[in-house]
């Protein structure tokens, strides 16, 4: 008897078991999102010395928004912007996946955009969303939801 009742109150737990990681975190990027700036750390001369140091362009003005939609389709809206965002042409429409994924080729997974063949970092504090990749000395761009 109370083997039979262990095994259903494991029975009972195991449903909520799941190996999808990526379930509570789908719903984060779905939606629009308002491109507000991009930056990227690179080395400033000072004194002729170089300093590394955080470059930050505003883009808030030129209406931007990327469009992640729950069937993997991710739009941009190019806005009015400037015509050195040429590289936003090949994401027009893209796919892309959300969730947990290696950065490199071992390690831990980490949460990650995954657009066309490229990985991007994510961070989202609840009021801005930051995709990019700074981890190879590339740029940031920061997002607010629309």
């Known amino acids: 008897m109370r083997n039979t009742v262990l095994l259903l109150l494991t029975l009972s737990i195991l449903?909520?078991?799941?190996d999808d990681e990526n379930t509570d975190q789908n719903d984060q990027i779905l939606g629009s999102w308002q491109l507000t700036k991009i930056s990227q750390w690179g080395i400033s001369e000072v004194n002729g010395e170089g300093e590394w140091e955080?470059?930050?362009e505003n883009?808030?003005?030129f209406g931007i928004t990327f469009t992640f939609l729950a069937d993997g389709t991710l739009t941009i809206d190019r806005g009015s912007s400037p015509s050195r965002l040429d590289w936003l042409n090949i994401y027009h429409q893209a796919k892309y996946e959300f969730g947990y994924f290696h950065l490199g080729f071992s390690g831990p997974k980490v949460l990650l955009v995954k657009i066309n063949d490229g990985k991007l970092t994510y961070f989202y504090d609840g009021i801005?969303?930051?995709i990019g990749t700074s981890y190879v000395d590339g740029i940031d761009l920061h997002f607010i939801k629309k």
């Open 15 to 18: 449903p909520g078991c799941n």
């Open 54 to 56: 955080l470059f930050e």
């Open 59 to 61: 883009y808030s003005e």
């Open 128 to 130: 801005t969303m930051i």
